[in-house]
């Protein structure tokens, strides 16, 4: 039995448009100049803007290294903010907007990572010190020490 294919070429998806990306951050760089010009505040971005920066940052939180975090929310909101904060920065001259913000919202993650490993650690240490080894339970009465948690994480990032 002969199987039958089509030959044609499949228009892929992509979650955010690079091209229009640039084109909104082009037009959006030239109200900010304007607005600078007549010494008026800072233009708000585009909706169209902050939905790309929401699609990067959602679709980051998916990548097999960030997908199983407790904080995804708070990584999220923190790469959607850095991408807001730091849109001025990016150079029209170059025409890969995507890129740009992607590594904006993936140095983010990061950020966060450290920040809740470091209370992790905190949040370790005064139980330690409060001679209580076993925190957490589940509803079948295993427990689990903090221990294996931090370890667990420390792991991630080996």
Avoid at 13 to 27: I, T
Avoid at 66 to 91: A, L, R, W
Wanted: proline share 3%; charged share 30%.
């Amino acid at each position: 039995m002969q199987m039958l294919m089509t030959k044609g070429k499949r228009k892929s998806e992509h979650y955010v448009n690079n091209k229009e990306f640039y084109q909104a951050l082009v037009e959006y760089n030239l109200k900010v100049k304007e607005a600078k010009e007549k010494g008026l505040p800072k233009p708000k971005i585009t909706n169209y803007l902050g939905d790309c920066f929401l699609r990067i940052a959602n679709h980051l939180a998916y990548k097999p290294n960030f997908v199983n975090y407790m904080f995804k929310d708070d990584m999220i909101c923190d790469g959607i903010e850095n991408c807001v904060q730091y849109i001025h920065n990016f150079d029209t001259n170059r025409t890969n907007p995507f890129a740009y913000f992607t590594q904006i919202v993936y140095y983010a993650f990061l950020r966060r990572i450290a920040k809740e490993k470091k209370q992790l650690e905190i949040k370790s240490k005064i139980i330690e010190r409060s001679g209580y080894d076993e925190v957490f339970t589940s509803e079948d009465g295993d427990y689990s020490d903090m221990n294996s948690i931090k370890d667990n994480i420390n792991y991630r990032f080996s």
